[in-house]
């Protein structure tokens, strides 16, 4: 019940930073980090997957009511957390399939490569349905990949802090 109430913080805690704050850094004009993506990225394994993908779109329906999109969040998250169980396997392997990856003491390249594959899986498909011309695929690239690594130094910060101080 307790590990329940901290992820609800938890998550409340990132809608409202990503909201009130990175929503708001625009560095270079279109750069904000996404920070709202490490709950996605790091939320218990051990649970409902079909909880998870329906709590995951209303999760990015939220940042889109405080983004003001036209629910690409929404889709982007929900893309995410179903293709998270296939990344999750793809990274880990057998630790996955037998329910034994536990945040706090997986492998740092692991971590790298799972954690940028959530990311530009993200950002590709936020990008892509918010520019939604084919024609501008190099400007959906700049922005997803630009945007991507301002959202994984500030995930990758934030799991130093709250993940990987747990060891």
Do not use: W
Not at 143 to 150: A, D, E, M, Q, W
């Amino acid at each position: 019940m307790n590990k329940i109430i901290s992820n609800i913080i938890l998550a409340i805690t990132l809608i409202l930073a990503q909201g009130l704050f990175f929503n708001n850094i625009n560095f270079m004009g279109y750069i904000n980090p996404f920070i709202y993506l490490f709950f996605i990225a790091y939320f218990p394994i051990k649970n409902n997957r079909t909880l998870f993908i329906c709590f995951s779109f209303f999760y990015g329906l939220v940042i889109d009511v405080f983004s003001d999109t036209h629910a690409v969040h929404a889709a982007a998250t929900l893309t995410v957390a179903f293709l998270r169980p296939n990344l999750l396997k793809l990274f880990f392997g057998m630790a996955y399939e037998h329910q034994v990856v536990r945040f706090n003491s997986i492998d740092l390249k692991q971590n790298i490569f799972y954690l940028i594959s959530i990311i530009l899986i993200h950002q590709v498909i936020l990008f892509g349905l918010e520019i939604f011309d084919f024609s501008k695929i190099s400007l959906i690239l700049k922005y997803s990949v630009n945007n991507g690594i301002f959202t994984f130094i500030s995930i990758f910060v934030l799991y130093e802090l709250l993940i990987n101080r747990e060891k």
